[in-house]
């Protein structure tokens, strides 16, 4: 299959790791996400954390935040992949569900990710996600 073809098919994937994580559960997301740096996230806090294993380190404490019981999905306003690269841009809409609060929180973020080519695998490189 076409390393072009199958982007719009691990963006399903992508999706469902991103749903797992607002229920926090990390392991989707390391699946996918990069273990070479290079790496970041600028995150919606307005952090910026670079290299693979920081990235993946912050994603994994980040998830502990999350209870189940979370909604998530992406409205992806554009994408394209050249095979080697590819991306998406879009809102992502959250209503979450956080660990030692009652009420679930609405999120909306707007996110724009870049992913690589890595021993045939798509693998998130970049993240950078605000309100």
């Not at 670079?50 to 980040?62: C, F, L, M, S």
């Not at 973020?109 to 998130?124: H, M, Y």
């Amino acid at each position: 299959m076409s390393t072009s073809l199958d982007f719009p098919h691990f963006l399903q994937r992508r999706e469902e790791a991103s749903t797992a994580f607002v229920n926090g559960d990390y392991r989707p997301l390391q699946e996918i996400s990069t273990p070479t740096s290079p790496a970041t996230i600028f995150g919606p806090k307005g952090d910026c954390v670079q290299g693979a294993e920081e990235v993946n380190k912050a994603n994994e404490q980040g998830s502990h935040a999350f209870a189940e019981g979370s909604e998530n999905a992406f409205d992806i306003m554009h994408k394209a992949s050249d095979g080697v690269l590819a991306y998406w841009v879009g809102i992502q809409r959250s209503n979450v569900a956080m660990k030692g609060k009652s009420e679930k929180t609405e999120m909306n973020l707007r996110v724009t990710e870049i992913f690589r080519r890595e021993d045939g695998e798509w693998k998130l490189i970049h993240r950078h996600a605000d309100k």
